[in-house]
């Protein structure tokens, strides 16, 4: 296979980030656990907005760990993708709006 | 889905030899992944022994109306393979005499052996505390004669515990063949008619969960909540508790594993998820298991690898408690399924 950027096995060393930086890296791994804890929202909510902004921030090892977490979780494809659609929505929403900013600018340069 | 089983395909997966040689080669060979044996070296456990006798699991064959495509059991109409009455009467005498507290039916649909009602009669007899019959639900809705099977485990007072991948339609279809999750309802629905599952009810009715694919089940609380939630609003359908299971890389789910090309990453994902304090709890240290021609074996996984107990005592006919429990329990890769994670048992986590 062709080499990529993106290499699934890659997620699986995701832990090792820790080795180049230990306090860095430790902080952020007890950060992201506590994140994920059952909170004021829980755990399945948690994981269907993290798999949404995965698809906001485009990162395949990301994509593919929600992926996995939501059904572990027993979410359905269908409550998946309709968090998709919410991501999808929200960056088409935050792109057109800044068609105002586009429109202010034009109004102000134009006679 | 499945539609035979990996035995009448003449897969060669059907040969427990090769399913072996799968699990400890590759990237366990290799040193990619660590030996099970070694990791619970690494904490006191390895040889494994067990502890006192607990429960007592007999399977009275592989016969199923099901070809479900994760079983372990590679279980199907066309498996012939039936508990005699002969065992079943050596079953008694040790179910009688035997200081487990727990005797666990199983199968195959354990309700396709025609001996099955005499032998759950007679078993009932015996005053064991907790009696379990492994149903997959929908025997209950197969053919006439099985209609009343609700009744009949009311009246002897039979624990039910009854898989069900998932509360939606297409996820269960999907495991199990179409139109498994109406008829699963509809007999969840009888059982509830004559009194399982309801609160306070003696009759406990109790769901298992195993993920429909190869990862690994989420939080037993979390789907527990879930399952009673979506059920009792869909069907007004109300159960004990929920088991989550994890799938152990044996028979069918081990053949779907290397087709889908997902072995290797759920081979990772149970060894990343090992939780050494699951250990201790695994199921083959509090339980026999007895096969359809009365070997006998640690635990049902065990019994379709074809693992027989390293005892002198290896048949039921030869059956004795103590010997039995003087003996190392055989493990292998397919373990790490019992200890990722909460652990996983036939009464879901353990950890
Ligand atoms: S998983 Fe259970 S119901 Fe499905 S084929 Fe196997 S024994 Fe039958
Ligand atoms: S697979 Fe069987 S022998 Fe291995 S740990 Fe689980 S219960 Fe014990």
């Given at each position: 296979?062709?080499?990529?950027?993106?290499?699934?096995?890659?997620?699986?060393?995701f832990?090792?980030?820790?080795?180049?930086?230990?306090?860095?890296?430790?902080?952020?791994?007890?950060?992201?656990g506590?994140?994920?804890?059952e909170?004021?929202?829980?755990a399945?909510?948690?994981?269907?907005?993290?798999?949404?902004?995965?698809?906001?921030?485009?990162?395949?090892y990301?994509?593919?760990?929600?992926?996995?977490d939501?059904?572990?979780k027993?979410?359905?494809?269908?409550?998946?993708?309709?968090?998709?659609?919410?991501?999808?929505?929200?960056?088409?929403?935050?792109?057109?709006?800044?068609?105002?900013?586009?429109?202010?600018?034009?109004?102000?340069?134009?006679? | 889905?499945a539609?035979?089983?990996?035995?009448?395909?003449?897969?060669?997966?059907?040969?427990?030899?090769?399913?072996?040689?799968?699990?400890?080669?590759?990237?366990?060979a290799?040193?990619?992944?660590?030996?099970?044996?070694?990791?619970?070296?690494?904490?006191?456990?390895?040889?494994?022994?067990?502890?006192?006798?607990?429960?007592?699991q007999?399977?009275?064959?592989?016969?199923?109306?099901?070809?479900?495509?994760?079983?372990?059991?590679?279980?199907?109409?066309?498996?012939?393979?039936?508990?005699?009455?002969?065992?079943?009467?050596?079953?008694?005498?040790?179910?009688?005499?035997?200081?487990?507290?727990?005797?666990?039916?199983?199968?195959?649909?354990?309700?396709?052996?025609?001996?099955?009602?005499?032998?759950?009669?007679?078993?009932?007899?015996?005053?064991?505390?907790?009696?379990?019959v492994?149903?997959?639900?929908?025997?209950?809705?197969?053919?006439?004669?099985?209609?009343?099977?609700?009744?009949?485990?009311?009246?002897?007072?039979?624990?039910?515990?009854?898989?069900?991948?998932?509360?939606?339609?297409?996820?269960?279809?999907?495991?199990?063949?179409?139109?498994?999750?109406?008829?699963?309802?509809?007999?969840?629905?009888?059982?509830?008619?004559?009194?399982?599952?309801?609160?306070?009810?003696?009759?406990?009715?109790?769901?298992?969960?195993?993920?429909?694919?190869?990862?690994?089940?989420?939080?037993?609380?979390?789907?527990?909540?879930?399952?009673?939630?979506?059920?009792?609003?869909?069907?007004?359908?109300?159960?004990?508790?929920?088991?989550?299971?994890?799938?152990?890389?044996i028979?069918?789910?081990l053949?779907?594993?290397?087709?889908?090309?997902?072995?290797?990453?759920?081979?990772?994902?149970?060894?990343?998820?090992?939780?050494?304090?699951?250990?201790?709890?695994?199921?083959?240290?509090?339980?026999?298991?007895?096969?359809?021609?009365?070997?006998?074996?640690?635990?049902?996984?065990?019994?379709?690898?074809?693992?027989?107990?390293?005892?002198?005592?290896?048949?039921?006919?030869?059956?004795?408690?103590?010997?039995?429990?003087?003996?190392n329990?055989?493990i292998?890769?397919?373990?790490?399924?019992?200890?990722?994670?909460?652990?996983?048992?036939?009464?879901?986590?353990?950890?």
């Amino acid at each position: 296979m062709a080499d990529t950027y993106y290499d699934p096995k890659d997620l699986r060393k995701f832990g090792k980030i820790t080795e180049w930086s230990e306090e860095l890296g430790t902080k952020f791994f007890d950060y992201y656990g506590s994140v994920f804890e059952e909170g004021a929202l829980s755990a399945r909510e948690k994981s269907l907005i993290a798999l949404a902004v995965s698809h906001v921030v485009k990162c395949p090892y990301c994509i593919d760990a929600y992926t996995k977490d939501g059904l572990q979780k027993g979410i359905t494809k269908e409550e998946m993708m309709e968090a998709v659609h919410v991501g999808a929505a929200i960056e088409s929403g935050a792109t057109l709006v800044h068609g105002v900013q586009m429109m202010n600018k034009y109004n102000k340069l134009s006679m | 889905m499945a539609t035979k089983s990996l035995k009448a395909k003449g897969d060669e997966l059907a040969v427990s030899n090769k399913q072996l040689e799968i699990l400890n080669g590759g990237i366990f060979a290799e040193g990619e992944l660590p030996y099970f044996k070694d990791k619970i070296n690494e904490i006191g456990h390895f040889p494994l022994r067990p502890a006192k006798l607990e429960i007592l699991q007999i399977n009275v064959g592989y016969m199923c109306n099901q070809v479900c495509e994760h079983c372990h059991v590679d279980a199907g109409p066309d498996r012939k393979e039936i508990m005699t009455r002969e065992t079943m009467y050596q079953c008694l005498d040790v179910i009688r005499n035997t200081g487990a507290h727990t005797l666990d039916l199983t199968g195959g649909a354990p309700e396709m052996n025609p001996d099955f009602r005499w032998f759950v009669e007679e078993a009932a007899k015996a005053g064991i505390k907790d009696f379990i019959v492994r149903s997959n639900l929908t025997i209950i809705r197969a053919n006439k004669k099985y209609y009343d099977l609700p009744e009949f485990f009311k009246k002897h007072n039979v624990h039910v515990i009854s898989s069900m991948p998932h509360y939606t339609r297409g996820k269960t279809d999907k495991q199990r063949g179409d139109g498994v999750f109406d008829k699963s309802i509809k007999a969840l629905q009888e059982l509830n008619a004559v009194g399982y599952g309801l609160p306070g009810s003696g009759l406990r009715l109790d769901l298992v969960y195993n993920p429909s694919g190869a990862y690994l089940p989420g939080d037993q609380m979390a789907l527990e909540a879930d399952f009673k939630k979506a059920l009792k609003e869909d069907f007004d359908i109300v159960f004990h508790n929920l088991f989550a299971i994890t799938n152990l890389p044996i028979a069918r789910f081990l053949d779907y594993l290397i087709a889908s090309e997902n072995y290797e990453d759920y081979m990772y994902a149970l060894v990343e998820a090992y939780n050494p304090a699951a250990v201790e709890n695994v199921m083959c240290t509090n339980t026999i298991s007895i096969s359809w021609d009365g070997w006998l074996y640690d635990c049902d996984f065990n019994q379709m690898l074809d693992l027989k107990v390293a005892s002198k005592v290896k048949h039921i006919k030869d059956y004795n408690e103590d010997i039995l429990n003087d003996r190392n329990i055989i493990i292998s890769q397919h373990c790490y399924g019992c200890t990722a994670g909460a652990g996983s048992s036939c009464q879901g986590t353990v950890a």
